[in-house]
């Protein structure tokens, strides 16, 4: 799982190339409550404290490395499976609960429910709903909502209103709100290897 410090509209090497093409922004607040919730933690504060966890020997991310073994033949990967739930680890924390103290578990529960998740090619619409599904079973008494902005020069088509392409997505954090990126990686011929899912900690120029 990659934590985005310096963003970057797109990146090369000498064989792939990835560009940016969706912004999804998770929204955590009360249930009772669509207004801010009073009391939640900054998600950069929240990836601090969870990487630390993990640093010492604490299960606190499910590594994608671990689970791109289980993904068929073919597919993309694990790393929109492994954000899911490592999204939802800094949800919990925001709102001043525990983490998850089995991620991987979590995991497999997530994946027995939505077979779909092992072909490894995840659309935007599949991320939203393992994000629902995942908060329904650990964050319950909180309202979360997935919004999606996609780019208007990306290749997938998606629901959602596109950012502005002279201006570029708002990438800044806010009280309450935890903010994913999608890169389209390809080869340098154009053909798409799959996605990666970045989780926002925070925005430096660069």
Not at 53 to 65: E, I, K, M, N, P
Request: charged share 20%.
């Amino acid at each position: 799982m990659l934590f985005l410090r310096t963003f970057k509209w797109a990146m090369e090497s000498r064989t792939m190339r990835m560009c940016v093409t969706t912004v999804l922004v998770i929204f955590v607040a009360c249930e009772w409550s669509r207004a801010e919730a009073p009391g939640l933690k900054s998600p950069e504060r929240c990836l601090v404290d969870l990487q630390a966890r993990q640093a010492a020997d604490h299960d606190s991310f499910v590594l994608q490395g671990d689970l791109d073994p289980i993904i068929r033949p073919g597919g993309g990967g694990a790393c929109a499976t492994a954000a899911v739930i490592d999204a939802i680890q800094v949800l919990r924390v925001m709102a001043g609960q525990e983490p998850i103290s089995n991620p991987d578990r979590a995991t497999l529960e997530l994946i027995s429910g939505q077979d779909h998740l092992l072909n490894g090619r995840v659309t935007d619409s599949q991320f939203r709903d393992a994000i629902e599904k995942a908060s329904s079973r650990h964050l319950s008494e909180w309202g979360v909502r997935v919004d999606v902005q996609p780019s208007p020069h990306g290749p997938l088509a998606t629901s959602g209103e596109p950012w502005a392409a002279h201006t570029g997505p708002d990438l800044s954090t806010a009280h309450g709100q935890l903010k994913i990126v999608t890169y389209t990686v390809t080869t340098k011929e154009g053909s798409t290897l799959g996605r990666h899912f970045v989780l926002v900690k925070t925005l430096e120029e660069g």
